[in-house]
């Protein structure tokens, strides 16, 4: 099955323009590609909360810092648009880097406060880039819902705080991360990994279930926290930005002491060249 590919903005209004015409709702998939079955939990999400599905295959070259992954990001669209129709999709937008950003584009999209621990950390620019993309993608589109993986979670809050905060007229919905048999969240970037390393990266998954669970059996959050730390070098992984406990919603910090209420528990270490990172939550 091929499935039906727009480039350009002015094709993917006009797409949708039609599909509005005759009274249809929208939903909408943005991705970097590489889709594997996360992608595609998104897809049928988005399937089962609107009448007709476009998702996005676009790296954003802007969401990436100096030294990260941009040029060896794995991109194969045929692949992508083979899945993305399997799974309910009826059109893909493909725009080009100069159709994304045109000469004189000057403007950036920045959310303060949830952006700027954990990955906002480690990751200097990162999420301008992916506020201003996302903010420049559910304009092109004009969806009625769109959804996003909850594997990153603090994206996930950036992007609820920005659409409240620029009012732009769209359901965000979050959806449960995907993980292979043995607990790894699934992820583009897990295709970097090793054989050996490959075995190692589960231990990130159940390092955060086990902080969860002495989180719950009344442990103070420093302490958890330090025992995740050292479980986590012990399993191999170097580099551990950080491993932590914050509140759901806003990604703050949580006090030493024992937690009372929902939390997120979050996480990025390196395993060799590859970054992974994971949360869990009750
Ligand atoms: O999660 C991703 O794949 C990207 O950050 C997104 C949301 C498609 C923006 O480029």
């Known amino acids: 099955m091929t499935l039906p590919t727009v480039r350009t903005v002015a094709d993917l209004r006009a797409r949708v323009r039609a599909w509005r015409r005759e009274g249809l709702t929208v939903g909408f998939v943005p991705t970097m590609g590489a889709l594997h079955e996360g992608h595609l939990s998104l897809v049928r999400l988005a399937r089962a909360r609107a009448d007709r599905v476009v998702a996005s295959v676009f790296v954003n070259p802007t969401q990436f810092g100096p030294g990260e992954d941009f040029e060896a990001y794995p991109r194969d669209e045929g692949r992508d648009a083979g899945l993305l129709a399997g799974a309910g999709c009826d059109l893909l937008y493909a725009p080009s880097v100069a159709e994304m950003y045109p000469p004189g584009a000057a403007t950036t999209v920045t959310v303060a406060g949830v952006t700027e621990p954990l990955e906002g950390a480690a990751r200097p620019g990162h999420f301008a880039g992916v506020a201003t993309v996302v903010a420049k993608l559910l304009n092109q589109c004009g969806p009625d819902v769109a959804v996003f993986g909850e594997k990153d979670f603090q994206q996930l809050a950036v992007i609820r705080r920005m659409v409240a905060d620029l009012d732009i007229p769209v359901e965000i919905v979050g959806a449960p ?97 590859t970054r992974l990172i994971d949360n869990v939550g009750d």
């Open 177 to 273: 991360t995907q993980r292979a048999e043995d607990g790894l969240a699934l992820s583009s970037r897990n295709a970097y990994l090793s054989p050996e390393e490959r075995r190692q990266a589960p231990a990130l998954h159940r390092v955060l279930e086990a902080l969860l669970a002495n989180l719950r059996r009344g442990d103070s959050v420093a302490a958890v926290e330090s025992v995740a730390l050292d479980a986590l070098a012990r399993a191999g992984f170097q580099q551990i930005d950080y491993v932590e406990v914050r509140d759901p919603a806003t990604l703050e910090r949580l006090g030493p002491g024992p937690a009372e209420g929902p939390v997120r528990v979050l996480a990025a270490a390196r395993l060799g060249r």
